[in-house]
T-cell receptor, first 116, second 108 residues
Framework: ETGVTQTPRHLVMGMTNKKSLKCEQH?????MYWYKQSAKKPLELMFV???????ENNSVPSRFSPECPNSSHLFLHLHTLQPEDSALYLC???????????????FGPGTRLTVL | GQNIDQPTEMTATEGAIVQINCTYQ??????LFWYQQHAGEAPTFLSY????GLEEKGRFSSFLSRSKGYSYLLLKELQMKDSASYLC?????????FGTGTRLKVLA
């Protein structure tokens, strides 16, 4: 596979469930990101990892727990979510975590999450 | 504070030219990106500006004025496949701040 892949593509869960989203990049990049995209809202940066170290956490509730075991894989562990957490969750990667210098981000197709 | 403004929707005709504006206020600036996102798909990179001026890439051009906190994306010779959302993103160290996106509809 090439580029950035995400699984599952769709997920429906109850508020008491625990689930995980997975992201994998095959681009040799050192930085990975989690974004939340809700209808009619800007893309919201949640977490940034650089070489498996978290370098940015944008005041995300603790019910979202990221994990980056290596520079190619990123997980988002979900527990006791709320209905307002329903959104498209996008993973992205870039050569480095320092923005600028043509450091474009490559996005995965996203996971459409519905919390009942 | 940090803020990015884009029009919510625009409509244009196939073959025409359309300009999508983006104004921003941020603390720290390392460049401005434009991404295209078709419905149900991931955003894809279109352009990057860090210095003032116009960057041209085929049918798409992007302009930046740092003193005015202003950018635009210019799409020429519009095609039906250009119907998509166009996201403006401003970058600082580790931070990418996106606008809400402009949904462009291209009519035949």
């Amino acid at each position: 596979e090439t580029g950035v892949t995400q699984t599952p593509r769709h997920l429906v869960m109850g508020m008491t469930n625990k689930k995980s989203l997975k992201c994998e990049q095959h681009l040799g990049h050192n930085a990975m990101y989690w974004y939340k995209q809700s209808a009619k809202k800007p893309l919201e940066l949640m977490f940034v990892y650089s070489l498996e170290e978290r370098v940015e956490n944008n005041s995300v509730p603790s019910r979202f727990s990221p994990e980056c075991p290596n520079s190619s894989h990123l997980f988002l562990h979900l527990h006791t979510l709320q209905p307002e957490d329903s959104a498209l969750y996008l993973c992205a990667s870039s050569p480095t975590a320092t923005s600028g210098n043509y450091n474009e981000q490559f996005f995965g197709p996203g996971t459409r999450l519905t919390v009942l | 504070g940090q803020n990015i403004d884009q029009p919510t929707e625009m409509t244009a005709t196939e073959g025409a030219i359309v300009q999508i504006n983006c104004t921003y206020q941020t603390s720290g600036f390392n460049g401005l990106f434009w991404y295209q996102q078709h419905a149900g798909e991931a955003p894809t990179f279109l352009s990057y500006n860090v210095l003032d001026g116009l960057e041209e890439k085929g049918r798409f051009s992007s302009f930046l004025s740092r003193s005015k906190g202003y950018s635009y994306l210019l799409l020429k010779e519009l095609q039906m496949k250009d119907s998509a959302s166009y996201l403006c993103a401003v970058t600082g160290t580790y931070k990418y701040i996106f606008g809400t996106g402009t949904r462009l509809k291209v009519l035949a």
